[in-house]
C-alpha cells in the first residue's frame, strides 16, 4: 500500500463520515425525509402526499 492509496482511502472515509453526519443532524432536526426537497412537510400541511413516502 502506498501513498496514494492511503489518501484515495482518507478521502473515501471522510466522505462518508460527511454523509452520515449530515443524516444524523438532519434526523435529529426533526426532518422526516431528507431527500424531499420540502422535507415532507407537504403531506402534513395540504393533506397530500410528496412521493417520499411511498
Known sequence: ???TDIVIIAII???IGFAA???YKSKKSGKK???CPDGC???DAQ???C???K
Do not use: D, H, L, R
Open 21 to 23: 453526519f449530515y443524516v
Open 47 to 49: 393533506k397530500k402526499s
Open 13 to 15: 472515509v471522510a466522505i
Open 41 to 43: 412537510c407537504c403531506s
Open 1 to 3: 500500500m502506498n501513498a
Open 33 to 35: 425525509c431528507i431527500g
Open 51 to 53: 412521493g417520499c413516502g
